[in-house]
């Protein structure tokens, strides 16, 4: 079972911020919180990762509370091309990762 | 980042024959490769686990004399359905793990598969 909670689904203007809030309250001290997405019929699509600090790449910004219970995952300026099901993980190592039901992100023009 | 591709991206056979999917990574060796399924409308979910020269470790539910997996080589894994039935219809996706400790898994496109 996923180990993770987001609600299923949000709505983004276009050029707007979309933050996808998920819930990990039961995250152990070695697990990363990872997210990806998966646009419709592709392979899903690493975007970012973290243990307990804030991290930034070129794709989004991932915000980590301080007791890492929860995150929060930033498309700074999202665009029609963001619409995808987004998956929040916590996993350690090589283990598999389990994919919840996600948050389905729609940008709206 | 890493690269994994698929083939085929999709195929269409027919009832009682048998498919074979490939995974590659292509810039980067994997130690362990994830088999995924997907059903419409449906959340990926985990098959099997399949670490180079050693037997796959596949999930409650999911038959192993069904769905043969090799992994041969550090930079390819393959599915092979057999016997398929249309219930077989599904997205298969693999993803590779590079074996560094905080890596990420890197996902292929995915191959469709319509059994008739």
């Known amino acids: 079972d996923a180990k993770t909670t987001q609600p299923p689904s949000m709505d983004c203007a276009e050029g707007r911020a979309a933050n996808l809030p998920c819930n990990h309250s039961?995250?152990?001290?070695?697990?990363?919180v990872y997210w990806y997405r998966q646009i419709h019929s592709q392979g899903p699509q690493y975007i970012i990762h973290g243990l307990k600090n804030n991290e930034t790449n070129e794709m989004a910004s991932l915000i980590i509370t301080e007791d890492r219970k929860s995150s929060t995952l930033i498309l700074p300026h999202a665009t029609l091309r963001d619409t995808a099901v987004y998956y929040c993980i916590v996993l350690s190592g090589n283990t598999p990762l389990v994919f919840g039901k996600g948050t389905r992100l729609s940008v709206i023009a | 980042g890493a690269v994994v591709s698929q083939h085929p991206s999709r195929v269409i056979c027919k009832s009682g024959t048998s498919v074979k999917i490939e995974c590659r990574s292509l810039d980067f060796q994997a130690t362990t490769m994830f088999w995924y399924r997907q059903f419409p409308k449906q959340s990926l979910m985990l098959m099997a686990t399949?670490?180079?020269?050693?037997?796959?470790?596949?999930e409650q539910g999911v038959e192993k004399d069904k769905f043969l997996i090799n992994h041969a080589s550090l930079t390819l894994s393959t599915l092979t359905v057999t016997s398929a039935h249309p219930e077989d219809s599904s997205f298969y996706i693999c993803?590779?793990?590079?074996?560094?400790?905080?890596?990420?898994?890197?996902f292929g496109p995915g191959t469709r598969l319509l059994v008739l």
């Open positions: 039961t995250i152990s001290g070695n697990e990363y």
């Open positions: 993803s590779a793990y590079r074996g560094l400790a905080e890596e990420t898994q890197y």
């Open positions: 399949s670490n180079e020269g050693s037997k796959a470790t596949y």
